[in-house]
Nanobody, 125 residues
Framework: QLRLVESGGGLVQPGGSLRLSCAAS????????IGWFRQAPGKEREGVSC????????NYADSVKGRFTISRDNAKKTVYLEMSSLKPEDTAIYYC??????????????????WGQGTQVTVSS
């Protein structure tokens, strides 16, 4: 059974950092592009970052460029999202998702067929 589990969320002060992890089980991560998405209360889900199956191509939403870094370790079947200089507007539930394509842009969320349960990130003083 294909499964994605996010971890690493929590409460952090503005300007702080967090590292989210997305652990895969039940399938070979190497063949899947992975995306991170977030949804804040009362707002639509938005794409945050994505990475190709090989890790050679990445993309970021304009709102997080220069602050977030996505990476993957296929041997550990884990994808990471390093978040720094966090702002209150980054507060949301963060989800990782897998696409059967080698790369899927953030705008093509329908390509992402498998989703984790999400992890809460709260940025507040």
């Amino acid at each position: 059974q294909l499964r994605l589990v996010e971890s690493g969320g929590g409460l952090v002060q503005p300007g702080g950092s967090l590292r989210l992890s997305c652990a895969a089980s039940g399938f070979t991560l190497d063949y899947y592009a992975i995306g991170w998405f977030r949804q804040a209360p009362g707002k639509e889900r938005e794409g945050v970052s994505c990475i190709s199956s090989s890790g050679g191509r990445t993309n970021y939403a304009d709102s997080v460029k220069g602050r977030f870094t996505i990476s993957r370790d296929n041997a550990k079947k884990t994808v990471y999202l390093e978040m720094s200089s966090l702002k209150p507007e980054d507060t949301a539930i963060y989800y990782c998702a897998a696409s059967g394509y080698s790369y899927s842009d953030l705008r093509n969320s329908n390509d992402y067929n498998y989703w984790g349960q999400g992890t809460q990130v709260t940025v507040s003083s």
